[in-house]
């Protein structure tokens, strides 16, 4: 079977016009966890689905994905991505906008290939749709919250189930639709797609703060000198005392302060009130929830045993 | 039966965030043609398609078109649309792009409602696709001739195909396919929305020129303004004499010179070429296969006398 390059090489093999679709294959090539594509292949593989067919809706899901990722750095004026210069850095923005519409709709013509029961890819481009329109919402609460003085906690976990959980979600139920899964394993898989998404962000979030970045592969700290309002730094807010308080929302209120002094008066505060425990315990919180779901799941456990693997790798990542 | 504004208004009740449904509200409410669903609802007609799941199938097709304009607008900085602020400028460009993509999915969340044999929605799905991503393929060629120095009439006219003709095309041919017509009627609805797409571009790239701007609506001369290269433009450029060539050329590579004086001397080389009268004759051609591919559609000849009254509307519209 061909590896996802060569998919997206064939996929992308003598289209025109070059500026819109060299774009895309920058993008879809570069280096990245393909985690979405994995996600889809193991809940049909443990429905016995197809590989060669299966993979035509993980390469659906991982182009959609690479699509919010060309649209989001125009909107986060994001300049670097897996070590590179982002779509819109190197080329422009409206070569950005334009190639990832087309790599959406490439997506949805994934599904479209697909030679199976009419109503299986029906409905996964139900599933498809539904997702790419959440994730669409989540990015807009993100971009909303940039500009509001106070985010709730269950605002921000709204938000990333949005932006970031409905995807696993999505690559999740859609494997095992596409394989033909039961209902109540269908329900299963997507509650662990968002359980597992949760886990995602959190450790996403500490990692900003808390990297080894000779592991991490690129620098800490991007998030605080973005402001960004991470768990981190909402959890952080809520647990510090009135001066940490005006202190954290000092600090997150400018941007012309030295980057490694900000850094470090920042995750002072942090350290103090102790929010990297509180984190960590949050993101087991949701790495529970993952091994209740996977339970629910109808399949022998020796099917199960890859997605345990995944749950616990993505619990103790260090990038 | 809703009008289509009623449709839309139902479609977006409710959603959040504001920020993300209210641009898409707010450009889907405004009074444009309805060409698109017009297109669809009358190849629909002609083989006896039910017109309240028709409905699904209009919309989708002028929420695609209004996707495009939202995203063509940010790209084109084109301030006013339809005598009214782009979404862009009455927000800014990260909403603009982020409810363009909402607003492509709900589209295709359109057809996705539809209670039709599932290949019959299939088919449609995949119209639609190939519809949006060639769309995305004539933008970028759009783009592209902006900074071409030299155009080909031919290329030119492969552009509006895929930017403006695939869009009328898979209206009708959609419209078609919903109501089960044979493939040799789907072909000649197709062939006609193509030729049709090119009457209606090079009617509109003359009456940038030549309309009456009382009727228009609009000023006249925004793309001599833009320096954009109209079909008008490249074939007076291919009728004129050397020194009316260099003219030309410079002036269309000038930004800083009086609109109105500028207007008027392109204007004048415009018309001692007399690049009206070869524009509408082309207009005529294409009016005249549209004729044909008609008479190729295996219908009732009472069931064409719409589409018939709608292409002589075309041809002869003043705005």
């Not at 985010?151 to 995807?167: G, N, Q, S, W």
């Amino acid at each position: 079977m061909n590896t996802i390059e060569q998919q997206f090489q064939e996929i992308l093999q003598d289209r025109k016009p070059e500026n819109l679709y060299k774009p895309i294959s920058y993008i879809l090539l570069q280096p990245g966890k393909r985690l979405r594509p994995q996600l889809v292949r193991m809940a049909s593989a443990m429905f016995g689905g197809d590989p060669e067919q299966t993979e035509l809706v993980a390469t659906a899901f991982e182009m959609l994905h690479n699509f919010t990722l060309i649209h989001d750095d125009i909107m986060d004026k994001a300049d670097v991505r897996r070590g590179q210069p982002t779509v819109y850095k190197k080329w422009n923005s409206n070569i950005a906008i334009l190639s990832g519409d087309a790599l959406a709709v490439m997506a949805m013509q994934q599904l479209l290939k697909l030679q199976c029961d009419p109503k299986t890819s029906l409905a996964l481009l139900d599933i498809f749709a539904q997702t790419a329109l959440e994730v669409c919402e989540g990015q807009q609460f993100d971009l909303d919250f940039e500009t509001s003085e106070e985010v709730p906690i269950d605002e921000y976990l709204k938000m990333i189930r949005l932006k970031t959980a409905v995807m696993f979600a999505g690559c999740l139920k859609s494997g095992g639709r596409y394989a033909d899964a039961d209902e109540q394993s269908l329900q299963a898989l997507y509650d662990l797609g968002i359980h597992l998404g949760y886990a995602f962000q959190l450790a996403d979030d500490l990692l900003d703060v808390y990297a080894d970045e000779s592991v991490f592969g690129k620098a800490v700290g991007g998030d605080i000198k973005d402001n960004k309002k991470t768990f981190v730094y909402l959890k952080a807010l809520e647990l510090a005392d009135e001066s940490q308080k005006m202190e954290l929302k000092r600090l997150f209120s400018t941007s012309d302060m030295d980057e490694k002094e900000k850094f470090n008066r920042v995750k002072a505060i942090f350290d103090a009130v102790d929010v990297k425990k509180i984190t960590e315990e949050a993101i087991s919180l949701y790495t529970d929830l993952c091994l209740e779901d996977i339970r629910r799941i109808n399949t022998q456990e020796e099917n199960k045993s890859g997605l345990l693997a995944l749950i616990h790798q993505l619990q103790n990542r260090q990038k």
